[in-house]
Each structure stands twice: as structure tokens, then as C-alpha cells.
């Protein structure tokens, strides 16, 4: 055991941890109630989280009035707090079965994309409905998980575990030797293709509008096992209390050969499904940190 999990400084991190493990237990309209709370308090205390939603929310939806970003920021948080509530399901309580309140669209194209053998790079999106659809994603039987460690102790581990309670796999993001194996496997990788990780790795393709600096390794992973690719989104409704997941179809050449072309491709597709829920994205992080040279950064 790490030793460092059971430091002082990260006792009230296990208070956290106990707290959500409770959640998890309650019925779904508690556990939908306490993260609408808990993005009422976030979006009042958070102020440099809400700094940043806003700076988002102003650059990608300049037709809106004021009033309606504002709005749209406040929904935002409820999503996002619940979010970060409903998270402790599958991962403090994966025995849970969670599978009546779960829709699947497309599901015959990520069996398409799993029977030519080749594996799938299925690429994901910082939706804040990231981690529920562990359950519903994994029965498939054929899907692993790409993901970013954590620094401190007991997030990783959380986060590690929670997801490993679901998927054979789940790979940091740096293990390429890892990810490659699995996709000539014939297996597939789910990966969120959508933050910024500087210019090192990416290309600026247009994101509502925006330069934005965009990871290539979709196209990389595809063209080194000929892998299928297809996009995964995830949406919540708070009336009823449910999810859905949608795949599209494989996409067509990819990769084309020029990385900027398919990473305008992947960024448009992602930006389609947003502007039908765009309350339901994570905009408090930094998506437009790196910015071309010469430019003024977004968020002072």
C-alpha cells in the first residue's frame, strides 16, 4: 500500500472520499439534488473556476447577450456539480446497476468498428458526464480507457480504481507502448481528445471559431494500427434523470493524411453536438491556454 495515501495532509481528502461514498448510496434524485448544490457553491465561491467558464462561454457564444452567457454559466455549474456528485457512483459503488436509466444510440457502429479487428480509437470529450457511463460503456466487453495520473495520492488512486472496477484497461496517457498493444489487440481505446496540452503535440484547428490547440494523436493511433474511428458523446437530462450515450458512424478516411484537416474534422463534430447541450461541457478548464504566438491570452 502507498503510504503516502494515509498522510495528514490528505486526511480531509478521505473525508471527501467518505462523504461521496454516502452519496452513493442515496437514491438518484439525491444524489441529482446534491450536485445541483454543489454547483450553486461552486459558482459562487469558485470565483477563478467561474472566471474561466465565463471567458469560455463570451468567446464561443459572442451572439448571445450578456444576460444569456451569464445564464448559460450558472447552468453550467449545475451540470457540473452534478458532475462532480455523481462520479461516486461508479466509483465508490460499482455493484450498483444503473442500466434502466441509460439510452445507447449507435451502439451497431462500435460493433462494426470492434468485428474488423483492427481496434478503435474512440474519441471522447470532457462532457460532465465523463466517468457515469462506465457502466454502460464497459459492457460492451471491448473498451479500455486512456487517462491523465493525478499528482496527488488519493485522487489517483480513486480515479485508478474506480475506473479499473469497469475496464481491463486503463492506461495513462504517456504509456503509448500500452495503448498500442491493446489496439492491435482489436480492442478499443477511449480517450478525451479535447484539452490543451500545449503545441508540442497538437496543430491549431478552429473550435467555435477559435485557433485552438488540438492534440493529433487520433491520427496518429489510427494510421499506426489502421485502427476505426469514431466519436463518443454523453448527455444527461435533468427532468428524468438519465443518460445517453451516442457513437457515430466510423469516419471516412481518417486519417487523411494531414493532421490539421482531421483535427478541424474531430473539433467540428464536437462542436455540433455542444451546441445542442451547451450547459453539459466542462468550460472551467482552460481549453484555450496555448493560443498562437503573438496572441493575448484569454484568461488574465
Known amino acids: 500500500m502507498d503510504l503516502s495515501l494515509l498522510a495528514p495532509k490528505q486526511w480531509p481528502k478521505w473525508i471527501l472520499v467518505g462523504c461521496l461514498w454516502v452519496v452513493a448510496r442515496l437514491p438518484i434524485s439525491a444524489v441529482f439534488t446534491t450536485g445541483r448544490l454543489v454547483g450553486f457553491l461552486a459558482y459562487h465561491l469558485a470565483k477563478s473556476r467561474r472566471h474561466i467558464t465565463e471567458v469560455n462561454i463570451a468567446k464561443c457564444f459572442p451572439e448571445l447577450t450578456k444576460q444569456a452567457q451569464q445564464d448559460l454559466v450558472r447552468e453550467n455549474f449545475v451540470h457540473t456539480g452534478i458532475g462532480a456528485v455523481e462520479i461516486a457512483l461508479p466509483w465508490l459503488n460499482p455493484s450498483r446497476d444503473l442500466a434502466d436509466r441509460?439510452?445507447?444510440?449507435?451502439?451497431?457502429?462500435?460493433?462494426?468498428?470492434?468485428?474488423?479487428?483492427?481496434?478503435?480509437?474512440?474519441?471522447?470529450?470532457?462532457?460532465?458526464?465523463?466517468?457515469?457511463?462506465?457502466?454502460?460503456?464497459?459492457?460492451?466487453?471491448?473498451?479500455?480507457?486512456?487517462?491523465?495520473?493525478?499528482?496527488?495520492?488519493?485522487?489517483?488512486?480513486?480515479?485508478?480504481?474506480?475506473?479499473?472496477?469497469?475496464?481491463?484497461?486503463?492506461?495513462e496517457r504517456s504509456d503509448m507502448r500500452q495503448i498500442l498493444k491493446r489496439l492491435k489487440q482489436g480492442r478499443g481505446m477511449w480517450y478525451a481528445a479535447d484539452q490543451d496540452y500545449g503545441i508540442k503535440h497538437s496543430v491549431f484547428a478552429p473550435f467555435f471559431g477559435i485557433d485552438t490547440a488540438t492534440i493529433t494523436m487520433s491520427s496518429r493511433l489510427a494510421g499506426k494500427n489502421k485502427s476505426a474511428v469514431l466519436m463518443l458523446h454523453q448527455f444527461r437530462d435533468l427532468s428524468s434523470q438519465t443518460w445517453t450515450l451516442k457513437f457515430t458512424p466510423v469516419l471516412d478516411n481518417f486519417p487523411s493524411g494531414d493532421d490539421l484537416a482531421d483535427a478541424t474534422r474531430l473539433n467540428s463534430m464536437l462542436e455540433a453536438e455542444l451546441r445542442n447541450v451547451p450547459a453539459q461541457y466542462l468550460w472551467m478548464h482552460r481549453r484555450f491556454k496555448t493560443r498562437p504566438a503573438g496572441e493575448v491570452p484569454f484568461y488574465k
Open 102 to 171: 441509460f439510452t445507447i444510440e449507435g451502439a451497431e457502429h462500435l460493433n462494426a468498428a470492434h468485428a474488423a479487428g483492427n481496434g478503435i480509437v474512440l474519441v471522447g470529450a470532457h462532457y460532465t458526464t465523463i466517468d457515469i457511463t462506465s457502466q454502460p460503456l464497459s459492457a460492451f466487453g471491448f473498451v479500455d480507457v486512456m487517462y491523465r495520473s493525478n499528482k496527488n495520492p488519493v485522487w489517483e488512486s480513486l480515479q485508478y480504481n474506480g475506473r479499473r472496477a469497469f475496464f481491463d484497461g486503463v492506461v
